[in-house]
T-cell receptor, first 115, second 110 residues
């Protein structure tokens, strides 16, 4: 079974802090994703990465950056946390063979509160 | 971007009942997935189904890509089927990028 592990289930930070959310997958997947989920807005893609050191912006990248130095690890960084970044953050990974996408598998999520 | 509409928004079922959830999308897709989010917030991948029909136990799904819709069938529902069901699609131009529908909230009563 695919295992996607997010470093924290719950996290409380203060405005202006630099926040790191970590995600690790154990299936040697090429693709990794960061989403946020908000009531009434559903899941929205922040960033994704299709290879080590490669990244692409999703639909809502403002205020976030990412890092993928190793294939199994994808980090989401809030450079200067703000209260409107309080949300549930979900990491996902998927494999990819030529021309065919594979299912995305999600971690358990990190509920982040910015005070 | 691609629009994804799910219906109905809410569904209340008696245990043992069957149901159909629908997902309509606004453009051609290369990637369509169904997910179940349980009451604890965990998102589980149910199907990767850009076209055709698949079955997994009491769940099955059909995607008619030419008509831009997908259906998820739940048969003999159980209380553990409760949660939110999401449809997500990826366009041909960039099929990594999934756009999620708003979900169907299913409540199964004993």
């Amino acid at each position: 079974d695919v295992k996607v592990t997010q470093s924290s289930r719950y996290l409380v930070k203060r405005t202006g802090e630099k926040v790191f959310l970590e995600c690790v997958q154990d299936m040697d997947h090429e693709n990794m994703f960061w989403y946020r989920q908000d009531p009434g807005l559903g899941l929205r893609l922040i960033y994704f990465s299709y290879d080590v050191k490669m990244k692409e912006k999703g639909d809502i990248p403002e205020g976030y950056s990412v890092s993928r130095e190793k294939k199994e690890r994808f980090s989401l960084i809030l450079e200067s946390a703000s209260t409107n970044q309080t949300s549930m953050y979900l990491c996902a990974s998927s494999g990819h063979t030529t021309g065919v996408n594979q299912p995305q598998h999600f971690g358990d999520g990190t509920r982040l509160s910015i005070l | 971007g691609i629009q994804v509409e799910q219906s109905p928004p809410d569904l209340i079922l008696q245990e043992g009942a069957n149901s159909t959830l629908r997902c309509n999308f606004s453009d051609s897709v290369n990637n369509l997935q169904w997910f179940h989010q349980n009451p604890w917030g965990q998102l589980i991948n149910l199907f990767y189904i850009p076209s055709g029909t698949k079955q997994n136990g009491r769940l099955s799904a059909t995607t008619v890509a030419t008509e831009r819709y997908s259906l998820l069938y739940i048969s003999s529902s159980q209380t553990t089927d409760s949660g939110v069901y999401f449809c997500a699609v990826g366009p041909i131009s960039n099929d990594y990028k999934l756009s999620f529908g708003a979900g169907t909230t299913v409540t199964v009563r004993a």
